[in-house]
């Protein structure tokens, strides 16, 4: 006897379809071109992208469905339980290529001139689904070309097939409606809206979007063909997000940066800035050997003369402090620390530029949650940052909260380009939002607006706390912000009550004075529910690896001035131009000074040794990003002439003065000892964070056995003390 199998239910939440006689189960809601790709059935699509909202505008996903009269567009069609679906039967099929076939009317056949050929939709489409004749013979339409939309973006406009994927998207992610549609039917043209210039710090998606090589990059226009490219995946280091990349070259020669999506990072987006600063990589310019001041002229040395002078100099003089860039890697910050614990005997180190210091409830000065979970916040507040400018994709993460319905607070001394999706805007003075801040929790824990559990089983001194904070009233609030009493207080009610909830500060707000405490901004984190398990919490870090350097302990621990305010007789800079950050005091009276950079800045000129640095698209290693996210940089290229990697050079001078701590052969044993000596980093995985970065995690708290508790702070809050 046969027995029957009977087939298990379909979760909860799920439709059940089927998709050229294959049974395809979905969540609820799905688009039928999405619910197709998951079963592995192309549907081809023009003006569809799953980041955007669907409009049907191209018509080629068209598909058979049973019991309905005319053919569908996948991409607006939500799937339906039963439903029967058939894209590859002759109906869909000739309409696919009809649609093909008119956009193809207009369509130049520059294919061997376009900049997307080898790597076009159309091209691709087309040959899968087009005809293999055109029926039109008619003359083809054309426009002058190219027309610069801006500096950086070129449009072809006899190419476009008016998928709005530019439009759409400049009015759907960044919010500018930098691009619109002008005129109707036949005659509609992309262009930039009147009035406006195509100046979106995020235009060059536009590139990526368009399917046909209409809207193209100026910087890279004719430069080479996508199969002469040479692609290796990296991180972008020109910001503290960690947008993944694919840094693209030739002949040794970077010529583009592309986005490489890592979702809960970067949502598949890069800002300008990330996109199409690269040049300086090849810069020719850039320093190829080691250089020694030698008659007070600096002048080509071997690497090591150069070595050797630095470790000799380094061991006769007193005391030697030590600046890093803060777009090092996990793996240089280490082994420069490392050199100065042990090598140097305790000569102090920083890096540079530097946030003021911010030490969060955990005990860590971390983000508490992550970058992805910002977009499913029902409240957040932003104390005096402006992502747009520092974390900018970051931005677009935030703008995706309020679409998906958070309520937005922002407390700023200057506009800020969320003010136009905000639900309250406050311009505050930078020194005001402390009191602001304090002002808030005695209004919260004085009417017991908080979540009594969470904060009774998982706190204590709340009433100490408060007490300490009774002077920051709202009255003084309103005095010292120039604000209205009663709008204070309304804001302040708004902060509680719709989680999850995030409350995002500047770094410099934690160390404001009167009361400007980082206890304050912990303590209203834990009111509001910001530093809970769904929340995010945190004062967020502007450069690629700061938060590696503060992980790793680079910094004084006393924060205030670089090197923690003293005057070492000599300095070893890595990546670090003090000219161009006002720093210059550093450098008076110096005995010896290094330098390791890319090209010969203000402050290398004054340097006795010169060593030649590396670019990030030149280097292995690892970048910590804003929310505690390890990712893997690869090299892609060769560095110039000598030039050798920053590690190396790191450990070379290790080598000559401490050789049984310095013997790592390769970026990776630095990472292995890194993570046998720092607990946090040793949870890791190097393969997870090869592909596609891994937190570490913050401690565990609330137990329920009483360990773990978050405290109040009630120090000094007058005075302003840190923690």
Known sequence: MVQEVTKPPAPPDTVTLTINEREVTVPKGTLLVEAAKSAGIDIPVFCYEPRLAPVGACRMCLVEIEKMPRLQTACTTPVADGMIVRTNTEKPRAAQSDVLGMLLANHPLDCPVCDKGGECPLQ??????????????????????????????????????????????QREIPGDEALTVIDRGSHSEIAVTEGRDFNSPFSGNTIELCPVGALTSIPFRFRARPWDLTKVPSICDQCSVGCNLNVEYRNNTVLRLTSHANPPVDDGWLCDHGRFTYDYINDKARLTTPLIRRDGKLSTATWDEALDLVARRFSELSSVGGVISARATNEELYLFGKLFRTALKGGATDYAPRSAPAVGPFGVDALHGSIAALEKMKTIIILGVDPLHDQPVVNLRLRKAAKNGARIIIATPTPNDLDQVAAHVLRVPDNALPTLAASWINLIAGEQLYD???????????????????????????????????????????????????????????????????????????????????????????????????????????????????????????????????????????????????????????????????????????L??????????????????????????????????????????????????????????????????????QQWSLPTVGDGNGGGRFSFHADDMESGSTR
């Open 624 to 693: 910590t990003n804003l929310e505690r996210r390890v990712q893997r940089l690869r090299p892609a290229i060769h560095p110039p002439g000598e030039a050798r990697p920053d590690w190396r050079v790191i450990r070379d001078i290790g080598k000559r003065l401490a050789p049984a701590d310095f013997a790592q052969p390769s970026p990776l044993t630095v990472w292995q000892e890194l993570a046998g000596a720092v607990p946090a980093y040793g949870q890791l995985n190097y393969a997870t964070i090869s592909n596609g970065g």
């Open 124 to 169: 691709d489409t087309t040959f899968n689904y087009g005809p293999g004749i055109s029926k039109f013979i008619e003359p083809k339409r054309t426009f002058p070309k190219p027309i610069p939309l801006s500096p950086l973006i070129a449009l072809d406009r006899e190419r476009c097939i008016m998928c709005y994927r530019c439009v759409r998207f």
């Open 452 to 622: 009594r559990e969470y904060i009774e089983q998982r706190t204590a001194g709340l009433r100490a706390a408060t007490e300490r904070l009774a002077p920051f009233t709202l009255d003084r609030a309103a005095n010292e912000t120039g604000l209205d009493r009663a709008q204070i207080e309304a804001v302040g009610r708004a902060l509680v009550g719709n989680g999850p909830t995030a409350l995002l500060f500047g770094r410099k707000q934690a160390a404001q004075p009167q009361p400007g405490d980082q206890a304050i901004l912990n303590n209203l984190g834990l009111l509001i529910g910001a530093t809970n398990d769904a929340g995010v919490f945190g004062g967020l870090v502007t450069e690629a690896n700061e938060q590696g350097a503060i992980d790793l302990g680079v910094a004084p621990a006393n924060g205030g001035a670089l090197l923690g305010g003293q005057v070492p007789s000599a300095l070893y800079l890595v990546g670090v131009d003090l000219h161009s950050t006002g720093q210059t005091a550093l450098l008076n009276d110096l005995e010896f000074l290094v330098v390791q950079d890319l090209t010969l800045t203000a402050t290398a000129e004054q340097a006795d040794v010169v060593f030649p640095a590396v670019s990030f698209a030149e280097k292995d290693g690892t």
